[in-house]
């Protein structure tokens, strides 16, 4: 599986102030999904994208994937202290009926936001 | 709703020890995949199966067996538990009806696993 470029690393932000991140592949991919994940859990799914160009919004977060299908970004408006978590991208390759749908995901974005 | 259940959620192994790490979930989902997340990394794919009966090796296969004999159960093997398969375990599974979508992966809770 391809590992894919995350940036950034982490983030350190006050409350209130928006937050960009974003994901890129040297590969096509035909869906993009962000996780979150917090402390001692599993990955949570957050937004699935499935068409080149699609923009899908969860509340205050903003999902696109990029026109190429090598790159989505994630935005979140507004940040609280509960966003606080590792915020994951994952690609997922073209249909294959052996294939299982595997996710190749990126090393995260780990996000602290202080009231 | 419970989804995706893995079980330990711990455990601490003497190298050269075997175990096993059960996921079910109940959603009658027919993907199912295991996962390992080493620090600071994202999620490496070690086994999956596309079905009861149906299973094939992930990215980093070597040291675990895994076997899918019905829908819900898709148990993870260490045979001979070394330091390097110290990680945090994931199970996931997702539903898929044929080429033109696959729906998100569920993932479990996790175990978290140490090898000394």
């Known amino acids: 599986g391809q590992q894919l470029n995350q940036s950034p690393q982490s983030m350190f932000i006050q409350e209130g102030e928006d937050v960009s991140m974003n994901c890129t592949s040297s590969?096509?991919?035909?869906?993009w999904l962000w996780y979150k994940q917090e402390p001692g859990e599993g990955p949570v799914l957050l937004i699935a994208?499935?068409?080149?160009?699609e923009l899908t919004s969860n509340g205050r977060l903003t999902a696109q994937f990029g026109i190429t299908r090598k790159d989505s970004f994630l935005n979140i408006s507004a940040s609280i202290p509960s966003d606080v978590g590792i915020y994951f991208c994952?690609?997922?390759?073209?249909?294959?009926?052996?294939?299982?749908?595997?996710?190749?995901f990126g090393k995260g974005t780990s996000l602290l936001v202080t009231p | 709703n419970a989804g995706v259940t893995q079980t330990p959620k711990f455990r601490i192994l003497k190298i050269g020890q075997s175990m096993t790490l059960q996921c079910t979930q109940d959603?009658?989902?027919?993907?199912m995949y295991w996962y390992r997340q080493d620090p600071g990394m994202g999620l490496k794919l070690i086994y999956y199966?596309?079905?009861?009966?149906?299973?094939d090796k992930g990215e980093v296969p070597n040291g675990y067996n895994v076997s899918r004999s019905t829908t819900e159960d898709f148990p993870l093997r260490l045979e001979l538990a070394a330091p390097s398969q110290t990680s945090v375990y994931f199970c996931?599974?997702?539903?898929?009806?044929?080429?033109?979508?696959?729906?998100?992966?569920?993932f479990g809770d996790g175990t978290r696993l140490s090898i000394l």
């Open positions: 590969s096509i991919f035909n869906t």
């Open positions: 959603m009658n989902h027919n993907y």
């Open positions: 994952a690609g997922q390759p073209r249909w294959d009926s052996n294939s299982g749908y595997a996710l190749n």
């Open positions: 199966s596309v079905g009861a009966g149906i299973t």
């Open positions: 994208l499935y068409k080149a160009g």
């Open positions: 996931a599974s997702s539903y898929s009806s044929g080429p033109l979508r696959n729906q998100p992966q569920h």
